[in-house]
């Protein structure tokens, strides 16, 4: 069964410096997430992206951040400038159609900025 | 304000047994509700789908009830296994809008043998 991929599983970086954060869409999927989960806290939106610029996007979602779809088949977050509040696990999902009952959530990766 | 409460925090039950873990919501207008389960560092796994017009639906041993009414969604896990083991987050969404998802904190359940 095809699933959304999410690579590195664990990033450790010093604050001030860039991260990306990398996700593998499902392959016939044309809507992607990046969502957010601070450690113990609520998972929280992002941003949304489709036909290759951004739908929608939260109040989190600062100039600090910004997606791409590199390729066919990449969707990266990055991150310019870290904050140690940024340490949180980032979730990557997908979906066929852009209905909200079709998101297929990535395994995550887990930032930590020290 | 929209939200999502979620009860309890967390749930220790033995494996075998049954429980129900309850969902409360203010988000208006409503369009879907979700439950969600999470495996620690892991995402989330889609367990159900309802929209205003479904008042229970089942997959496997659970069972998720709505009702738009009184805002108040239940999930019921049959029979109890150790890999049930996780979180259950309900997650409400409102328009067809991916900015207006609104996460529950989850419920921690836990299986002892």
């Not at chain 1, 290759?52 to 991150?79: A, H, Y």
Request: net charge neutral; with cysteine; glycine share 6%.
């Amino acid at each position: 069964e095809p699933e959304v991929t999410q690579t590195p599983s664990h990033q450790v970086t010093q604050m001030g410096q860039e991260v990306i954060l990398r996700c593998v869409p499902i392959s016939n999927h044309l809507y992607f997430y990046w969502y957010r989960q601070i450690l113990g806290q609520k998972v929280e939106f992002l941003v949304s992206f489709y036909n290759n610029e951004i739908s929608e996007k939260s109040e989190i979602f600062d100039d600090q951040f910004s997606v791409e779809r590199p390729d066919g088949s990449n969707f990266t977050l990055k991150i310019r400038s870290t904050k140690l509040e940024d340490s949180a696990m980032y979730f990557c999902a997908s979906g066929r159609t852009g209905g909200l009952n079709e998101q297929y959530f990535g395994p995550g990766t887990r930032l930590t900025v020290t | 304000k929209n939200q999502v409460e979620q009860s309890p925090q967390s749930l220790i039950i033995l494996e075998g047994k049954n429980c129900t873990l309850q969902c409360n919501y203010t988000v208006s207008p409503f369009s879907n509700l979700r439950w969600y389960k999470q495996d620690t560092g892991r995402g989330p796994v889609s367990l159900t789908i309802m929209t205003f017009s479904e008042n229970t639906k089942s997959n496997g041993r659970y069972t998720a009830t709505l009702d738009a009414d009184t805002k108040q969604s239940s999930l019921h896990i049959t029979a109890s296994q150790l890999s049930d083991s996780a979180s259950y987050i309900c997650v409400v969404s409102s328009y067809s809008s991916a900015s207006k998802i609104i996460f529950g904190s989850g419920t921690r359940l836990s299986i002892r043998p």
